[in-house]
């Protein structure tokens, strides 16, 4: 197994993962508005999160401001969406970043380690199925804690 490959989780991963934290948490949270304004600004904005996160573009001395940017756009949906303080939001925001990325990381590992007995030609499919397994069983288990 190459140490390369398994230190560079794609950014794809990191976007469905935060993008599934936040949605979690606002589930929880009071709406600001009608339900359709806040489901379409957390549609745009995940959108934004998912085009950001899977750019992969930032060098790696640029990878703080990155993360800066991550979590704006977190709390920024947070705080369009949710009726809530800014400490609130800041302390909503924390959680969903901090289990997105466990989320992430645990998702790329657990399919690193079993690729080794996906043929070549089904590990497409393979990355989708973990990513879905995976995230569902963190989310499912955060959601009735």
Known sequence: MSSEILV???????????GGAIILYTLFLKDKGKKVYCWGIRIAFLILLLLWLSADAAPQIMFLPAMAVTISLLFGILKLTCDLENVKALYYCARSFILGEFTASLGWQMYYYFRQWVPER????????????IYGVIFLTVLFL
């Open 122 to 133: 089904a590990r497409p499919a393979a990355n989708i199925i973990f990513i879905i397994v």
């Open 8 to 18: 560079n989780t794609p950014g794809y991963y990191y976007a469905f993962a935060h």
